[in-house]
């Protein structure tokens, strides 16, 4: 659930569609300015109109820009997609935990990391459900989906494996496999339950955490219960 140690994916997204098209990010800031100008506009477009629904002069006109700007930068409607898409991963994978009083309290830290990543994940649901669509009818665009999911997966699982290493979580759960089985369990609710049911954030938080500390064993806190908060 921590957020050290995380590679950066952006690059990574960015390459795994497109290619071998795949611009080079610009060498200087005015190019950066520019290529993130267009990812912004682009953002905007396709939240509005869909992926399906995009052309690409509503992204240079959204970004007042000419097509040759947008040619600069991006190959494709597909690349410029997937830069949004790695814009709003980077989002949720570093979504800035809150300050957490006792770091020691592994319960504590779960709370707030799914509280950080369900607020994130709020701010970016209309692109997640994009992605979920559009993953349908492009393979490129299910793997990157695929490899979003492992990201989160794989981080967690590495945290279940600390928590192990320190006596605090069950010893005899399989961490990657536990990790595929509660990170699955936030991303449904994620957009199930808060997104599209408009359940209370708090409501959400409280329970997921809840099932993260029975699910993993953690023990009991000062008071005696189960940390929640």
Known sequence: MREQDVPDIADDVRRRVGAPEAKELPSTARGLRTRAALVTAARTVFERDGFLGSRLSDITAEAHCSAGTFYTYFSSKE??????????????????????????????????????????????????????????????????????????????????????????????????????????????????????GERDLDDVVDTLTKLWVNGLKLPAGPDGRKKKR
């Open 79 to 196: 690349e410029i997609f997937a830069a949004v898409l790695a814009a709003a991963e980077d989002d949720m994978l570093h979504p800035g935990m809150p300050h957490v009083a006792d770091e020691d309290d592994p319960a504590a830290v779960i709370e707030a990391s799914n509280r950080a990543y369900l607020v994130a994940y709020l701010r970016n649901a209309k692109l997640m459900a994009l992605m979920r669509q559009v993953a349908t009818i492009d393979t490129d665009f299910e793997a990157l989906r695929r490899h979003r999911s492992e990201k989160f997966v794989e981080r967690n699982a590495r945290h279940i494996a600390e928590l192990q290493g320190r006596g605090l979580a069950d010893r005899s759960l399989d961490p990657l496999l536990t990790s595929y089985a509660l990170s699955g369990m936030v991303s449904r609710m994620a957009m199930e339950v808060l997104v599209v």
